[in-house]
């Protein structure tokens, strides 16, 4: 198989495989997490909840000025994952074939900064297991492969775009295939969090709205 054929592959076998999989995953998940059900409501329910998940998810997902220290890396790559994957036209394309609708690309030195940002942050999160004891005996094995599987999408993409090594065809089915791997994994590990952070946080938010503690 040459660099073109595999290619071909990447974008076509390959990547309907991966969706179905990521899918299949992602549903199976939710099944998980629903088929749980609630807890008995003990105290007195003084409102519906929806606010207060609401209110959680917007809460928790912007950290306070005395945690950066701790987590402001890891903020900075999700955001900048987000900010790449979803706003690069290559991308954007690629989501319009499956979705029939696009949206405004951000031009590409934006992206190319928040690349550089993601791949930064990244390596710095991965640094601070090694050198922090707390976080160093807390990491699993698990963790570093989460790392890893979601490094290799970004660190290619953004090889493969500025044309470092290789062959160009080469490097972009490499990227894409990392993709693949990516979408594969997602729902069978940490990364789940990428869809169930809002579920949890929602569940957490309204069971307090209801009490009025919240």
């Given at each position: 198989?040459?660099?073109v054929e595999l290619l071909n592959w990447a974008r076509g076998p390959g990547l309907v495989g991966a969706s179905f999989i990521m899918v299949f995953g992602i549903i199976l998940r939710l099944f998980e997490i629903f088929s749980l059900g609630k807890a008995k409501e003990y105290a007195e329910v003084r409102s519906s909840g929806a606010m207060g998940g609401i209110k959680t998810i917007i809460q928790r997902s912007i950290p306070e000025?005395?945690?950066?220290?701790y987590i402001g890396a890891a903020y900075l790559f999700h955001v900048g994952l987000f900010v790449v994957i979803f706003f690069f036209m290559p991308h954007i394309l690629m989501f319009e074939s499956v979705l029939g609708f696009s949206w405004p690309a951000l031009p590409n030195f934006i992206i190319d900064i928040f690349s550089v940002l993601t791949i930064g942050g990244?390596?710095?999160?991965l640094m601070s297991r090694f050198t922090n004891p707390s976080r160093r005996i807390m990491t699993v094995f698990s963790d570093y492969l989460v790392w890893a599987v979601t490094f290799l999408p970004v660190i290619t993409g953004y090889m493969t775009f500025h044309r470092f090594?290789?062959?160009?065809t080469c490097m972009l089915a490499i990227h894409i295939l990392s993709v693949e791997l990516l979408m594969i994994v997602l729902p069978f590990s940490k990364l789940s969090h990428s869809f169930s952070f809002a579920i949890s946080r929602w569940y957490?938010?309204?069971a307090f709205g209801k009490r009025g503690t919240l």
């Open positions: 198989m040459n660099e000025p005395r945690y950066w220290r990244m390596i710095y999160t090594v290789g062959d160009y957490t938010g309204s």
